[in-house]
Nanobody, 121 residues
Framework: VQLVESGGGLVQAGGSLRLSCAAS????????MGWYRQAPGKERELVAG???????YYVDSVKGRFTASRDKVTRTLYLQMTSLKPEDTAMYYC????????????????WGQGTQVTVSS
């Protein structure tokens, strides 16, 4: 099983980015998928998650700005990020797990290598 992220980069505050996570293997259709981020000196946090039924979770700081979606045909997870702020700067990781609850607890079964998002002020 592999998760490969792409789409990170440098953007000005107020701008937008879309992250993608391509999943190989058979996990995509049944797994909850999520995006974590970790900034230097800070703990990793679950930013957004979506399960196989389309139920979503967002951390309060990104509600209304980030949208997670998944395409079961291409087995790709997306994170559309708008109105980006400097505090969104972090390494973003794609992950897959048994449920949104387990993702929220940090118990993901599979992880991507990460993609850097940098928001300049």
């Amino acid at each position: 099983v592999q998760l490969v992220e792409s789409g990170g980069g440098l953007v000005q505050a107020g701008g937008s980015l879309r992250l993608s996570c391509a999943a190989s293997g058979s996990i995509f259709s049944s797994s909850a998928m999520g995006w974590y981020r970790q900034a230097p000196g800070k703990e990793r946090e679950l930013v957004a998650g979506i399960n196989a039924h389309g139920n979503t979770y967002y951390v309060d700081s990104v509600k209304g700005r980030f949208t997670a979606s998944r395409d079961k045909v291409t087995r790709t997870l997306y994170l559309q990020m708008t109105s980006l702020k400097p505090e969104d700067t972090a390494m973003y990781y794609c992950a897959a797990g048994e449920s949104l609850g387990r993702l929220w607890g940090g118990f993901s079964d599979y992880w991507g290598q990460g993609t850097q998002v940098t928001v300049s002020s």
